[in-house]
């Protein structure tokens, strides 16, 4: 945000010298200096200064036929070089438009520099070029900065679209007024012997000068409504001001008499009230409505007449610069907020004696899971917050006041974190679900072979959430696997919580479960396919009675069904099948069916 200097052309309301500071044609355009005040109060627009154009820039025609409704013209000159602005201050239900053309001359004023025409649906109380006042940031009302240098005429259209209007104020702004405080405004293009227009505020004192050389005699007069009446007493070069009016001062030379006047205009000063300060929780930064506190500041004045805002430090207040949002970013912590309460009408009449805190107290943040496993094999578990706020108090549920605890049982278990900020407290609560979880155990393995799609199932009874493997392999939720070539494969199980993994080996192979050696060339021998994938496999048959039949490896063509070359009788017979393993030694393998049957 651009830093800036106000400078006030404050609004006179003295509704019978209206007319003496409104110019309806640019040929007769009111010059305006560094303190010319402006009063508004527009009624009819003159001359058409557009000749029946439909538009000037953004300007469009209005109701009346013309652009010109219910307008004034003002001309300046600028004296100093930097950022120039302007506010046009009027009352929130009228809608108001300006145009500001860089011109020397009503005959060439060309299309506008900066322009506005949006209606005032939103019901603000400011237009003009630069930023709100208000801190508005977002405000369709204001065009952007301009840039100035020494010696620049421009004239200044201001047009009342509402038909409806009770004055406007001009208040200029930019960092142009930083660096020349009192003249960057050319005061030459105003020809007076009392000068331009005075704003002032109440109890200010206004002195006015008219010392002229060669003068023999001076003599007062004021008009305040009932034309002029001579100020008894006043003869002198100098008189002081007291009351709102229009003075003249006839100056009494030895080659004649100089007439000047001047008018004079004292706005009052607001009374901002005694603001209660605010307290309110959070967990990060909260947008607090500074609006909502305008009714206390203004304390029963008039919101037309006066305006709030709204800053970070006291300076900024007193100069009225740097306005906070209405819709203030609060952070945690207290903040002072700084008030000022300024005439619509004379901004140089504020008040900036008040203040009020802010107390944003944060609330506390959890960041704990809301569940948690107790592994059967450990029996107990931490939970709660593991980096806790000193300043923070903790209470469960269970009676303990500690930001973590352990426990050994399932359920449910409410951490509630409070913290307490210049008497605001602020808690928040999470509950923590708490469960049992046992050690995975292999209970038994389905295998399907003898497919095309070989099938493993690994079972168990164990009561928990687990995945599973086969070989080296991603684990997986289903505890089936398909697709699974012949051989010998690592099968694992694993809990999800980390509670314990468990491991076992099969083997995968196929074999038939029904053979019929009866001559008719199909399935006259029964033996096991991928014996080849194992390191010296070894099959033995047995009967029901666990006589042994018959011992095969992988290169038997298969059993037909005999011993001792007889034919053995229908019945189901029983096998073992054995390798050497990893280790060296001879294994047994495990979960194959392990009975066939012959039919004859």
């Not at 012997?193 to 002229?212: I, K, S």
């Not at 021998?525 to 095969?552: A, F």
Request: contains cysteine.
């Amino acid at each position: 945000m651009v830093k800036s200097v106000v400078k006030t052309l404050f609004f006179l309301l003295i509704c019978q010298f209206a007319q003496s500071q409104v110019a309806q044609d640019c040929s007769d355009a009111i010059p305006i200096c560094n303190n010319t005040p402006i009063n508004g109060g527009t009624n009819g627009y003159g001359i058409d200064d557009f000749y029946g154009e439909a538009t000037t820039g953004c300007l469009e025609q209005t109701v009346s036929g013309s652009i010109e409704s219910n307008s004034a013209w003002y001309r300046f000159r600028t004296a100093a070089a930097g950022q120039l602005g302007f506010n046009i201050g009027h009352n929130n239900i009228e809608d108001w438009d300006f145009a500001l053309y860089k011109a020397s001359d009503c005959n060439t004023l060309g299309d506008p520099i900066r322009c506005n025409f949006f209606d005032n649906s939103e019901g603000v109380s400011f237009i003009g070029v630069g930023e709100d006042p208000t801190g508005n940031t977002d405000s369709v009302h204001f065009e952007q900065w301009l840039q100035v240098e020494p010696g620049e005429d421009y004239y200044l259209f201001i047009n009342n679209f509402s038909n409806v209007n009770s004055g406007f104020s001009i208040q200029f702004t930019g960092d142009i007024w930083a660096s020349h405080p009192y003249d960057a405004l050319d005061c030459s293009i105003v020809s007076n012997l009392l000068g331009p227009p005075v704003a002032a505020c109440e109890n200010d004192m206004v002195l006015l000068d008219a010392t002229t050389s060669g003068a023999t005699n001076y003599s007062w007069f004021v008009n305040q409504g009932n034309g002029y009446q001579q100020i008894a007493g006043a003869s002198t070069a100098n008189y002081e001001v007291t009351s709102s009016g229009q003075y003249r001062v006839v100056v009494i030379t030895g080659s004649g008499n100089i007439i000047s006047d001047v008018q004079v205009g004292f706005n009052p000063v607001p009374s901002t009230g005694t603001l209660t300060d605010e307290s309110f929780c959070q967990t990060s930064g909260i947008l607090f409505d500074l609006e909502s506190k305008d009714q206390e500041a203004l304390d029963g004045q008039d919101p037309s007449e006066f305006m709030v805002s709204y800053h970070n430090s006291s300076s900024d207040a007193v100069a009225g610069v740097n306005p906070l949002p209405r819709q203030y970013l609060v952070s945690p912590g207290l903040e002072t907020i700084y008030v000022r309460t300024t005439s619509l009408a004379n901004p140089n009449c504020y008040d900036a004696s008040e203040s009020f805190v802010v107390n944003a107290a944060e609330t506390p943040e959890l960041n704990f899971n809301e569940q948690a496993v107790i592994c059967e094999a450990v029996g107990s578990i931490t939970i709660g917050e593991m980096y806790p706020d000193p300043n923070y108090t903790y209470a469960w549920n269970t009676g303990e006041s500690t930001p973590n605890i352990t426990v050994s049982h399932e359920g449910e278990y409410t951490l509630t974190v409070t913290n307490t900020s210049n008497g605001t407290v602020c808690a928040a609560s999470k509950t923590v679900t708490v469960s049992i979880s046992t050690m995975p155990v292999i209970s038994s393995i389905d295998i399907e072979d003898m497919s095309a799609n070989n099938t493993v199932t690994i079972n168990t009874d164990a009561l928990g959430e687990y995945e599973f493997r086969l070989g080296d392999g991603d684990y997986q939720t289903s505890n089936v696997f398909e697709g699974v070539a012949p051989g010998i494969h690592k099968v694992y199980m694993r809990d999800l919580y980390g509670c314990g993994e468990v491991e076992d080996e099969i083997v995968v192979v196929g074999f038939l479960s029904i053979f019929s050696p009866n001559g008719d060339v199909l399935n006259e021998t029964w033996q096991i396919e991928g014996l080849s994938t194992l390191n010296s496999p070894i099959v033995t048959i047995y009967d029901r009675y666990g006589k042994l039949i018959k011992q095969m490896n992988e290169f038997d063509p298969g059993w037909d069904g005999s011993f001792n070359g007889k034919p053995l009788p229908s019945t189901d017979y029983w096998f073992k099948l054995s390798y050497i393993g990893e280790d060296g030694n001879r294994t047994y393998a495990k979960y194959l069916q392990s009975h066939f049957s012959l039919r004859r």
